[in-house]
């Protein structure tokens, strides 16, 4: 059965009778309620959400035309049908002039069903046709978002407020930062609704990846917008987690939601909920449209936070760069500026110096460079067959050259045979050599081993060094992560981006990479390569 509210504006209580007794036996489950003044009229149509309001035509205290402009004055598209004894023809022409949907002989009531049925599809259309317009004109405006917004934090908030009104009273959008999709939550509103209320709701209820969560779960589990368009109070106290949560809905009327989760690249990076005072605001059939909204979001938000890391690390980058460049400029200031005598003595020193600052502007210079062609898939490999034990040797030979503090020792090195391209392994290698050094200062020992695993090689390098926290261990190959900033052991040149680039270079090659960590303890980071085919038989 068809829900249907229908709001009568008639003084006669039999008279209404009979038109719900008519209805109802059209098969409409019908909900209504009668009244006979302006007063009434408008505040109905304020605090309910009506399907339709069928009008007689004279009153005591009020008429049917009066009965209208009270409807069109409140905004809300409603159809109007006038349901009346005895009326002229020019009464009636008049009416549906001034915007009265159709008209309804109260001795004819056997035509009103399907008066109502038309009125309720057309009705349905231009809600439809309006949703979609608001829906279009958000999305172009999200890609202007996307080239005028000025950062990261900016882009949130306009995209709550690009929403409003046009497809929601009030809205909220949750974005990942760094850690989940709750990181960043901006909210948007009519004027007239409860800020602080929308802002507690926001932060005090947000979405969680609890597949149990009754407003969220369904929508973050299956990533596909959901729709609850009739909410009454019994829903709102099924949706609600507690007291507070249920007296936060009502102050806010949330009569219609639209919960929509922001998809890019495949990762969930937020939720778009749309929500209205006005029930039946969203249907079924808007949920495809709402679903290219989020993902529009989704792009224009991961975009302006990419866009912010890649400021960041610029950042860091230019800062790491100046401190080898001041290095070195002081030395050579201090070349010239040596008296004959020491020359001699001073120079090997000082040109070391100069020499070990080139070598790290080299490779801060190169990881930027990677950086930036890893961003564009461009990293290309040139595959050759090589003997993995060979290339293990002589990497940890050079490693062992530039450190004397540390003792390098290859515990096992079988032979295989590996299809890579050998100058990217040895990059990998390299840098997980230089940060086992780098990162247990003045503790010896760093023992490498590579071992054929059935298809795979798998080469280890592992250090008593400082180890790694184990609430930072999840976010060591993420782009630009540095877990020891803030501490001692903060190093210069360190761009944070080493580990990243080599967990590309390896994932390429259809290896992986991994590491165990203790803190305090050390730790042993490990890469795997496929063997090459016929070295496997
Ligand atoms: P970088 O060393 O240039 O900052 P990496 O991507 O190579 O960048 O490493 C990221 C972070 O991981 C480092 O900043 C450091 O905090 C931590 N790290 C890497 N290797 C080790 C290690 N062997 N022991 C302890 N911490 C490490």
């Known amino acids: 059965m068809t829900p249907l509210a229908v709001l009568m504006v008639d003084d006669s209580e039999n008279d209404a009778l009979l038109i719900a007794r008519e209805l109802k036996r059209a098969g409409f489950d019908l909900y209504t309620k009668r009244v006979d003044t302006a007063e009434a009229l408008a505040r109905e149509l304020r605090e309910h959400a009506w399907d339709l309001v069928l009008a007689d035509f004279s009153m005591p205290h009020f008429t049917g035309p009066l009965a209208l402009e009270v409807v069109q004055k409140a905004n809300l598209d409603v159809p109007f049908i006038l349901v009346s004894g005895t009326v002229g023809e020019e009464t009636a022409v008049a009416m549906m002039k001034a915007g ?178 006005q029930r039946g605001r969203y249907s079924e059939a808007d949920l495809g449209i ?78 930027v460079l990677e950086v930036s062609r890893i961003d564009l898939k461009r990293l290309a490999l040139i595959r050759t067959r090589i003997d993995l034990a060979e290339l293990v040797e002589r990497v940890v030979a050079e490693a062992q050259d530039i450190s004397a503090h540390h003792q390098l020792r290859i515990l096992r090195n079988d032979p295989v045979t590996v299809d890579v391209d050998p100058e990217r392994v040895e990059q990998v290698l390299t840098n997980l050599l230089s940060n086992a050094i780098r990162y247990s200062p003045g503790k010896g020992a760093i023992e490498i081993e590579s071992r054929r695993d059935r298809m795979e090689a798998v080469v280890s390098v592992r250090d008593h060094g400082i180890g790694i926290p184990t609430e930072k261990q999840a976010r060591m190959f993420e782009r630009f992560y540095r877990a020891h900033v803030g501490t001692p052991y903060e190093h210069a040149s360190s761009l944070g981006v080493g580990l990243y680039l080599s967990r590309e270079i390896i994932t390429r090659h259809g290896g992986k990479m991994g590491f165990e960590s203790m803190d305090g303890l050390g730790s042993t980071f490990w890469f795997s390569l496929p063997i090459a085919e016929e070295a496997q038989r």
């Not at 109502?116 to 958000?138: F, H, K, P």
């Not at 939601?257 to 969930?268: C, G, H, K």
């Not at 120079?347 to 600052?357: A, E, F, S």
């Open 100 to 277: 009265a949907h159709d008209f309804v002989l109260k001795d004819h009531l056997g035509r009103l069903a399907a008066v109502v049925a038309r009125e309720l599809r057309e009705v349905t259309i231009r809600r439809q046709r309006r949703w979609a317009e608001a829906a279009l004109e958000t999305l172009a405006e999200a890609g202007r978002l996307a080239v005028e917004a000025p950062d990261f934090e900016a882009v949130i908030a306009r995209a709550a407020e690009l929403v409003v009104p046009r497809l929601a009273d009030w809205s909220i959008v949750y974005a990942r930062d760094r850690r989940s999709i709750t990181d960043v939550i901006s909210v948007a509103s009519l004027p007239e609704i409860d800020r602080a209320g929308l802002e507690e709701l926001a932060r005090r209820y947000p979405p969680t990846l609890d597949d149990r969560d009754p407003l969220f779960g369904e929508v973050v589990r299956k990533r596909s917008p959901a729709l609850s368009s009739r909410i009454d109070d019994e829903q709102l106290a099924r949706l609600a987690h507690d007291d507070r949560h249920l007296q936060l809905m009502k102050k806010l009327e949330l009569r219609s939601l639209m919960l929509i989760p922001q998809v890019a690249r495949e990762r969930l990076v937020g939720v778009l909920v749309l929500a209205s005072r």
């Open 290 to 367: 709402a679903n290219e909204i989020g993902g529009r979001f989704a792009l224009v938000v991961e975009n302006a936070r990419l866009a912010r890391e890649r400021d960041e690390f610029i950042s860091t980058a230019v800062h790491e760069i100046k401190t080898p460049l001041a290095v070195i400029k002081t030395a050579v200031q201090m070349v010239k500026e040596l008296p004959p005598e020491r020359r001699e003595a001073r120079l090997p020193t000082l040109l070391d110096r100069v020499d070990r600052q080139c070598n790290r502007l080299t490779r801060l210079v190169n990881e």
